[in-house]
């Protein structure tokens, strides 16, 4: 017995992802349906061992289906997450759309996996934003031992975060520096990726930080705790998949550095590579396809009375988007949803 899933936008990066993690993860899933735009119907995808043909999201009929894990973006979401909704299947969507809604849990199964009992208001649950999501996996084991009082945090985001497009240019930008013919502009960053580092994520606000900046801030509040104050700068790097963040913490009462890495080891969903030796701590490429977030560089900061360093690595197309879904789903199944 289980339950029938759709998985929305199944030809894109995090789709594709969504696909593989329920089928490591062995979902128990009864019935399954690929789900993609007109332009890509009849496009095969991978379920384990098992290829399937997308449907048409338009076209559509959610009525039966348990379960529908969203990656079409918020203006798609916009139109057919309310109508899976309506029809009785659960969305759990991937998009910014319903991140911020009083009345849709935002939801990381580490650090608050209660708030899916809420789902039920709008039968929507959201994912958070990808360094969002690394990010409060390791801080909520932290926070329970000493609250966390504020959060200095400066992000170093792969180009997968932009989606196809942005993987695309960094490959296509990368060569043409060695092809020096064939010359490609920036059209998805603002300024070239190759060998560069921009500091523009999401558009500007009006307080002059960006979108980006103000969705780590947002998110941590509604997902571990209102009262942490948390300031951002999130970074573009070329980097092709992983997201790195160097994490300043401050909290109420000391926390000696031993202790934390202590905690940390023991907390689900975190491993805790920290060596002080050449290589003793994870990068980017070495998250590729894992699970976990792994923290390294753990320290005192030798700066203010409270203070800890760390260094945050996951997969973004993982735990910051597909993985954390999946568990979200698994999640649901487990406190809400029957099976069959």
Not at 237 to 253: K, L, Q, T, Y
Not at 322 to 334: D, F, H, K, M, Y
Request: proline letters at 4%; one cysteine or more; hydrophobic letters at 40%.
């Amino acid at each position: 017995m289980g339950y029938r899933v759709v998985v929305a936008g199944a030809t894109g990066n995090v789709g594709r992802e969504m696909l593989n993690i329920l089928a490591e993860r062995e979902f128990p899933v009864d019935e399954i349906a690929a789900l993609a735009s007109r332009k890509s119907l009849g496009t095969e995808v991978s379920f384990g061992d098992r290829t399937l043909k997308t449907q048409d999201l338009d076209t559509f009929d959610f009525t039966g289906w348990d379960i529908a894990l969203f990656a079409v973006g918020s203006e798609a979401t916009r139109d057919y997450a309310p109508k899976a909704a309506r029809s009785g299947c659960v969305v759990i969507d991937n998009s910014s759309l319903y991140r911020y809604d009083p009345d849709v849990p935002l939801v990381v199964p580490e650090v608050n996996a209660a708030a899916v009992d809420g789902y039920a208001k709008k039968n929507i649950i959201a994912n958070p934003n990808c360094s969002t999501a690394q990010m409060v996996v390791a801080l909520k084991p932290l926070h329970d031992r000493a609250r966390i009082r504020r959060v200095v945090v400066s992000t170093y985001q792969s180009v997968s975060g932009a989606g196809k497009e942005g993987i695309d240019e960094l490959w296509d930008q990368t060569k043409s520096i060695y092809n020096p013919v064939q010359d490609v502009p920036a059209r998805k960053f603002t300024k070239q990726i190759a060998f560069n580092v921009i500091p523009h994520i999401d558009v500007f606000m009006d307080s002059g930080e960006t979108k980006e900046e103000w969705k780590m801030v947002a998110e941590t509040k509604k997902i571990l705790d209102k009262a942490i104050k948390v300031t951002a700068t999130c970074v573009r790097v070329p980097v092709f998949v992983g997201h790195s963040e160097a994490v300043n913490i401050e909290f109420e009462e000391f926390l000696d550095e031993d202790e934390a890495r202590d905690i940390l080891r023991e907390a689900p969903g975190v491993m805790v590579v920290d060596k002080r030796e050449n290589g003793g701590y994870i990068t980017p490429v070495e998250c590729v396809g894992d699970y976990a977030t792994f923290v390294s560089r753990i320290r005192q900061d030798p700066t203010i009375e409270n203070g800890l360093n760390l260094w945050c690595v996951s997969d973004n197309l993982r735990k910051g988007a597909a993985l954390n879904a999946v568990q979200i789903a698994e999640t649901l199944g487990n406190r809400c949803l029957k099976k069959g």
